[in-house]
């Protein structure tokens, strides 16, 4: 190959392999691998030192048809970023209205606790202070003790948990 006919081909850049290493993003080894599998074009200086020729961007001398089909790509990709933004949203407001729904839950739990407590409080006084009921039994009508005992303390629980068993 003549050196004067590559150089004033005018789509590539002459570069030593360290400095092709270094504007590919490859080893100086990766450079000559490519050099003798022939993708890569070089040839040697008089002094020895091989120069290989990179290809410049096409990015400013492309065809019409490579613009062209750039634009319709271009295209593509931010219709699929404008689906992948309406998603990313759509899936915010559901984890809005499930965090909405969470938290009122928990709220309506604390009521219903906080409810429950004032429910038991009366219930929870020292049984001195307990109104004891007055009732007068009749000797031959009294009920077991075990069944006095028995109601007694259905009377002291709090309707919820005579009613759930707890």
């Known amino acids: 190959m003549g050196e004067d006919a590559i150089r004033d081909d005018g789509c590539a850049a002459r570069l030593t392999v360290a400095g092709a290493a270094e504007r590919l993003g490859i080893t100086k080894e990766a450079v000559?691998?490519?050099?003798?599998?022939?993708?890569?074009?070089?040839d040697k200086d008089p002094d020895g030192t091989v120069r290989v020729y990179i290809p410049t961007s096409r990015t400013s001398s492309g065809?019409?048809?490579?613009?062209?089909?750039?634009d319709e790509l271009v295209e593509i990709l931010r219709a699929q970023l404008e689906d992948l933004r309406a998603d990313r949203d759509a899936w915010r407001d559901q984890a809005?209205?499930?965090?909405?729904?969470?938290?009122?839950?928990?709220?309506?739990?604390?009521?219903?606790?906080?409810?429950?407590?004032?429910?038991?409080?009366?219930?929870?006084?020292?049984?001195?202070?307990?109104?004891?009921?007055?009732?007068?039994?009749?000797?031959?009508?009294?009920?077991?003790?075990?069944?006095?005992?028995?109601?007694?303390?259905?009377?002291?629980?709090?309707?919820?948990?005579?009613?759930?068993?707890?």
């Open 96 to 166: 809005r209205r499930s965090d909405y729904m969470a938290s009122a839950a928990m709220d309506r739990t604390r009521e219903l606790e906080s409810r429950i407590r004032e429910l038991e409080a009366p219930s929870a006084a020292p049984p001195d202070e307990r109104e004891a009921p007055q009732t007068v039994e009749e000797p031959e009508r009294a009920e077991p003790r075990s069944d006095r005992v028995e109601a007694q303390e259905g009377a002291e629980r709090p309707w919820w948990r005579r009613w759930f068993g707890g």
């Open 32 to 42: 000559r691998k490519r050099i003798s599998r022939g993708t890569l074009r070089s």
């Open 63 to 70: 065809t019409a048809s490579e613009s062209i089909a750039r």
